[in-house]
């Protein structure tokens, strides 16, 4: 996987060259929006059957694994952008690693959910 993927889904190329601020354009950016509607649309009202248990402590774990996921998901890809906004070179950075893991990790979450 290259950095250049990120930069395509997470938006930060038009940011360049329009002189916004980073918080804006991760305000604004397509993959952060889709990350957060998700994370409040499916797994805000599941987190909220867990914290009241009604669902099964093994769907209980897997909502919060899933929950902290997408949080920790959403907080990389912001630092993402803040670095490439700051115009720090990513190539090598441990957050491009993590994004990449990421990508594996859903893959599998996929594969488990259209398992069952």
């Known amino acids: 996987m290259t950095v250049h993927f990120f930069e395509a889904r997470v938006g930060v190329g038009s940011c360049y060259t329009s002189g916004v601020g980073w918080s804006v354009c991760i305000v604004r950016s397509p993959l952060l929006q889709e990350k957060s509607a998700v994370l409040q649309a499916e797994l ?8 009241h248990n009604r669902i099964h402590q093994n769907g209980e774990e897997y909502v919060k694994t899933r929950y902290k996921l997408y949080v920790t998901y959403l907080l990389n890809i912001s630092f993402y952008m803040a670095l490439k906004m700051k115009k720090i070179p990513v190539h090598n950075h441990p957050v491009v690693k993590r994004l990449a893991e990421y990508r594996t990790v859903r893959a599998v979450d996929l594969k488990m959910v259209n398992a069952c």
């Not at 805000?44 to 914290?51: C, D, I, N, S, Y």
Request: glycine fraction near 0%.
């Open 44 to 51: 805000q009202p599941l987190m909220e059957l867990a914290r």
